[in-house]
């Protein structure tokens, strides 16, 4: 018998779908490394599009331990760090990460997807809830998706709508044995910052477990970017679980959950995506443990990020430009219209200028925005650069 069935069909049908409604990803070619001044697609471009803040991809203590590391372990850790990959320099990244984060504890992982989309769905199951802000990134909800837990959603950063929604958790019949209350510690498409003291109280009250993603706020925000759980002097004992990730301002790759000694024996034993998956290989760890001691003894990059920051978006709100709520390097350029972003974009693009057009599905309608991100490397005259090619394509589009 054979059945009259194409599997091969819906994935041609769907591209095509996709395709028809202009939602196709079709990365440029990054030709250089990721620095301020790139190669892409053949051109020389400023790159205003990178999550490397402090520029530590090239950093030469990280490179350098990079390749001093491959060549003594080589290429590779061979296995998953559960059965035969769990080197040493593993073992003390993990402990240099905590130590860094003033916590108990850290594990690291082989991505910060992989954290959030493997420990999350641990935390909670059938009779627990998660509670979630309700632009959290996609993989905290994904992660909650793979739980058995309920889950109820809070306005954006709204604390108050946080307390409405714990409230009624507190009806729930039976009661909820355990909650997490879920958040971005730096909202990935804004910029903006979560009101984790707020959260924490609120949380305390409840006897809530917090979870903050710091994936944008490491490296940035806090005591030589120890990140968010510093910036707002809150300790691990009031955040229970911070997860974070080395492919951002630590400029590598990797991902990290810190809190407690407990957490990290819970989240080693039950993580499908760390017990299931490859160890990072022993230069990519070696290099993020450098990234931290550049952190902890370089401070001018810190600084430079910030005076960099400092100086794009004042220039662009005194032009007129939405920069949203940004409180961070992420400073967000509203067009609302997803066809203005993507002109914009182009435009830009063809002064030199690369930034992402963030669109629909990405934000919701009428919220579409060019996502600029602002890193130490940038020069001055980079900077303005791109803010005369903003302010051109910026009149010309009628935003300002
Ligand atoms: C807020 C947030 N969380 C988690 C991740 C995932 O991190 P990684 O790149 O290490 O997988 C990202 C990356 O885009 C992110 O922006």
Known sequence: MSVDRNPTQYLKEEYERLLSE???????????????????????VIMLAANNYLGLSTHPRVVNAMIRATEEYGAGAGSDRSIA??????????????????????????????????????????????????????????????????????RHKDADDLARVMKEAEQHDPRYRQIWIITDG?????????????????????????????AHGEGVLGEQGRGIVS???????????????????????????T????????????????????????GVAAACIAAIDVLDSEPQWLAKLWENRNHFINAAQQLGFDT?????????????????????????????????????????????RIR?????????????QAIAAFKEGGEKLHLI
């Not at 690291?108 to 999350?120: D, F, K, M, Q, W």
């Open 231 to 257: 910036h707002f002097g809150l300790s691990h004992k009031q955040i229970h679980a911070e997860m974070g990730t080395f492919s951002k301002a630590f400029g590598v790759v990797g991902g990290h959950v």
């Open 85 to 154: 990959g769990d080197m040493g320099v593993h073992e003390q990244l993990d402990s240099r990460l905590a130590r860094f984060k003033r916590a108990p504890a850290s594990l690291t992982y082989p991505t910060g997807y992989a954290v959030n989309e493997g420990l999350i769905p641990q935390l909670a199951t059938r009779g627990d809830l998660f509670v979630s802000d309700e632009l959290n990134h996609g993989s905290i909800i994904d992660g909650i998706r793979l739980s058995h837990a309920d889950r109820a959603v809070y």
């Open 372 to 384: 600029v991100q602002l890193s130490a490397k940038h020069t001055k005259d980079q900077l303005d």
């Open 186 to 214: 730096v909202f990935s498409m804004d910029g903006d910052l979560a009101p984790l003291p707020d959260i924490a109280n609120i949380a305390r009250e409840h006897g809530a477990g917090v979870y903050v993603d710091d």
């Open 259 to 282: 809190g407690s000694e407990f957490l990290r024996k819970f989240a080693l034993n039950k993580s499908r995506s760390w017990l299931l998956s490859g160890a990072i290989p022993p």
């Open 324 to 368: 949203g709520n940004s409180e961070t390097p992420i400073v967000p350029i509203m067009c609302k219209e997803s066809g203005i972003a993507r002109e914009l974009a182009d435009f830009v693009w063809e002064k030199g200028i690369y930034v992402l057009p963030i669109v629909f599905p990405m934000v919701a309608r009428g919220k579409a």
């Open 22 to 44: 202009k939602l196709t990803w079709e990365p440029r070619e990054l030709q250089s490394s990721s620095g301020a001044d790139c190669r892409m697609d053949g051109k020389q």
